[in-house]
């Protein structure tokens, strides 16, 4: 029999193949066969509001010329946790990107970390008027960028972003090739015109965005 707990606070563990690299993982975990096996691995709930995911690194804003985006809270929209997370978006141009970073690490240092144990990206969306019609999810390794869309490689299949929320989970095979799930040091959210559809600026709202098993 499986007992379900939720972890209260850090699960600090270090790799055991000698690499160095820390790792600090937030999450559900069940008892199995008399073992803790970790669920999911959360990235940030934004229950604190603070500019510091749960894996220690900061959170921020990216735009190339002509583009712009804002962070910001709300206490009063949210699937789960106190708050989420709000996205606002502008790429007027045919070759404007704007977005959200999340750092694994210390502040603006990133560190690789080990999350091979997890296959999929797990995240919770909604949006007001201007919901864009696919936004680029990435993850970045040792290597490079890895990156895949949502909806398209939504898994289950998840309809389009609207004004409910929804959950997504990107398969880790669906990131484009060579994607090392043992060292991921950041995850970012992108605004591409060339992908939104009509809607040049709009508003997102993300929460509960996690690895899972």
Do not use: C
Not at 71 to 77: K, P
Not at 173 to 182: D, E, K, Y
């Amino acid at each position: 029999m499986k007992m379900r707990v939720m972890l209260a606070g850090l699960m600090a563990s270090f790799l055991a193949q000698g690499a160095g690299w820390g790792e600090v993982v937030v999450g559900r975990a069940v008892f199995s066969g008399g073992t803790l096996v970790l669920q999911d691995s959360l990235i940030d709930d934004f229950r604190d509001t603070e500019n510091i995911n749960s894996m220690g690194g900061n959170i921020g804003d990216f735009s190339n010329e002509g583009a712009s985006h804002f962070i910001s809270y709300s206490s009063t929209d949210f699937h789960n946790a106190a708050n989420s997370l709000i996205s606002r978006f502008s790429v007027p141009l045919s070759t404007s990107f704007a977005g959200i970073y999340f750092i694994f690490g210390t502040g603006a240092v990133a560190a690789p970390h080990d999350f091979s144990r997890f296959r999929r990206l797990s995240l919770w969306v909604r949006s007001d008027a201007g919901a864009p019609a696919r936004v680029k999810v990435e993850l970045v390794d040792n290597s490079g960028i890895h990156s895949a869309y949502i909806p398209d490689y939504a898994s289950p299949p998840a309809p389009p972003i609207n004004n409910t929320w929804q959950n997504y989970t990107l398969d880790f095979s669906t990131f484009t090739a060579g994607l090392n799930a043992a060292a991921l040091q950041q995850f970012n959210i992108v605004y591409e015109n060339s992908q939104i559809g009509r809607n040049a600026q709009g508003t997102v709202y993300y929460d509960d965005v996690e690895f899972v098993q």
